[in-house]
């Protein structure tokens, strides 16, 4: 039997992201009705953590434990990864021994590396260029709150970062129009946006990009390994924070989502992030139902 891996948005089909959504919907809740669902029931999944995490560990971990499996923490500091051990040996060996392999990490490459030698479904819970278990969630959210994201606009306003980009495989696979506003040096991968440009176009302006929007989304200025450049980087994204100015120019219903965490005052004023349009807390506990409705998805016969 050919091993799914989940390492972009795009490893799956339309029909099967929708599967995945509804499945997430369903899966929370029978946990808040306390129904037992135990379909990976003496299986692992092994976590692998090269990059530090509250929601990805957490929602991993909880999910599978909820699954009725096991999930077991790597970190470099207490494995032979942070010693210099090939990535193909370590997914040979790691993928024997497990039923799946979970991975935060740098490059993309890395993901992509395991998924070519391992034996079980690789999930990427997030690579320096995507981060799909966090649109996983986000879509699910929206779902909940507006109904279907097909046809909707969604803009993105800050760094053209793993979430912008998956923000652009999403806008590809679930149908959406998506405007990304962003300072000039900070775009995503130009190739991404050409092959997505009947959907998908960068606006310099974070008011005009928010006009008639159903949704705007943010993310730090300086994600992690970016730190040096705080400084930098709050010049450079003075104007592109989402404040009650910027949510007014969309539409009167429009949602606000952040992945976390946030640094209020910087990319998202205080007043947005805890006001009545942010789904943020939504958002972060879909992380886990989400990932659960994946893993069985991946994982169970």
Partial sequence: MTVRHFLTLKDLSKEELQIVLERGIALKRMQRAGEIHEPLKNKTLAMIFEKSSTRTRISFETGMTQLGGHALFLSPRDTQLGRGEPIEDSARVISSMVDGIMIRTFEHEIV????????VPIINALTDDYHPCQLLADMQTFYEHRGSIQGKTVTWIGDGNNMCQSYINAAEMYDFKLRIACPEGYDPRPELVAENADRVEIIRNAKEAATNSDLLVTDVWASMGQ???????????????????????????????????????????????????????????????????LLEFLMAK
Avoid at 112 to 119: D, G, L, P, V, Y
Wanted: hydrophobic share 40%; glycine share 2%.
């Fill in 227 to 293: 730190e040096e450049e705080q400084r930098l980087r709050q010049r450079a994204f003075a104007d592109y924070q989402i404040n009650a100015e910027v949510m007014a120019c969309a539409k009167d219903d429009a949602l606000f989502m952040h992945c976390l965490p946030a640094h209020r005052d910087e990319e998202v004023s205080a007043e947005v992030i805890d006001g009545k349009q942010s789904v943020v807390w939504d958002e972060a506990e879909n992380r886990l139902h989400a990932q659960k409705a």
């Fill in 112 to 119: 992509q590396t395991m998924a070519k030698h391992s034996r």
